[in-house]
C-alpha cells in the first residue's frame, strides 16, 4: 500500500552514463514533482507535473529530462552525468487543489563516480 | 522568490521542550508547513497553519504563526529520541501552481 515509490534506491554510476530514476503514485494526484537533496540537505524543486503536463521547470541542466507517461508515474531521466549531480532525489506528489500537502517518496541516493 | 530560513541545529535534552523557529519572505505566504525527515527517509508532514491563523495545536506540537514578522515555529513539547530528525519549514501561496519552497532543514538531535 505504499503511497509514493521510487525505483532504484541506490545508483552508482560512471560520470557520462545515462540513467533514470523512476516513480509511481497510487494516491490518485494530479501533481508531481522532482527535488534534488544535496548533501547538507538543501532540498530544492527541479520539476512539477499537472496532470502529465510540465507546470514547474526550475534552473536544471538541459541533462535532466522528466517524463510523465501518466498522471501516476513521472520519471527522470538524467544524461552525461556528472560528478555534481551526486544528491538525493525525492519524488513527491499532491492533490491539484486544496491543502497543498506533498507526500514524499523514500528517495534515490545517485552516487556519480 | 521566496526565501525561507532556518537555523541548522538544535539540541535539546529529552523531555525538554523544543523550538525550531522559520522565516519566510513572501507575505503571501498562505499555506506553511513542518515536515520531518528521519535518516535515510523522505519527508513526512507533521503539521500546517493557514495565514489567517495564529496557532495550531496537534498533541505535542504547536505551530506559532507570526504574519506580522514573517516567523513560524514548531514547539515540541516533552522531546523524545524518537523526535531527532531534521525539520523542514516550508511555505506556498495560493495561486500559481503550487510551487513550494522548502527551508534549510534544521537538524534537532535529542540528548538522552
Known amino acids: 500500500d505504499t503511497a509514493v515509490s521510487q525505483t532504484p534506491k541506490y545508483l552508482v554510476t560512471q560520470m557520462g552514463n545515462d540513467k533514470s530514476i523512476k516513480c509511481e503514485q497510487n494516491?490518485?494526484?494530479?501533481?508531481m514533482y522532482w527535488y534534488k537533496q544535496d548533501s547538507k540537505k538543501f532540498l530544492k524543486i527541479m520539476f512539477s507535473?499537472?496532470?502529465?503536463?510540465?507546470?514547474i521547470n526550475e534552473t536544471v541542466p538541459n541533462r535532466f529530462s522528466p517524463k510523465s507517461p501518466d498522471k501516476a508515474h513521472l520519471n527522470l531521466h538524467i544524461n552525461s552525468l556528472e560528478l555534481g549531480d551526486s544528491a538525493v532525489y525525492f519524488c513527491?506528489?499532491?492533490?491539484?487543489?486544496?491543502?497543498?500537502?506533498?507526500?514524499f517518496g523514500p528517495g534515490t541516493r545517485l552516487t556519480v563516480l | 522568490g521566496e526565501d525561507v530560513e532556518q537555523s541548522l541545529f538544535l539540541s535539546v535534552r529529552e523531555g525538554d521542550s523544543s523550538v525550531i523557529n522559520c522565516t519566510y519572505t513572501?507575505?503571501?505566504?498562505?499555506?506553511l508547513y513542518w515536515y520531518k525527515q528521519e535518516p535515510g527517509a523522505g519527508l513526512q508532514l507533521l503539521t500546517y497553519?493557514?495565514?489567517?491563523?495564529d496557532m495550531k495545536q496537534d498533541q505535542r506540537l504547536t505551530v506559532l504563526l507570526n504574519k506580522k514578522d514573517k516567523h513560524l515555529s514548531l514547539r515540541i513539547a516533552d522531546t523524545q529520541t524518537g523526535d531527532s530528525a531534521i525539520y523542514f519549514c516550508?511555505?506556498?501561496?495560493?495561486?500559481?501552481?503550487?510551487?513550494?519552497?522548502f527551508g534549510t532543514g534544521t537538524k534537532l538531535q535529542v540528548i538522552p
Open positions: 497553519i493557514f495565514s489567517n491563523m
Open positions: 516550508a511555505a506556498t501561496y495560493s495561486g500559481g501552481y503550487q510551487k513550494v519552497t
Open positions: 507535473y499537472n496532470n502529465k503536463e510540465l507546470i
Open positions: 513527491a506528489s499532491s492533490q491539484a487543489r486544496g491543502i497543498d500537502t506533498q507526500y
Open positions: 513572501d507575505s503571501s505566504s498562505t499555506y
Open positions: 494516491l490518485g494526484h494530479d501533481t
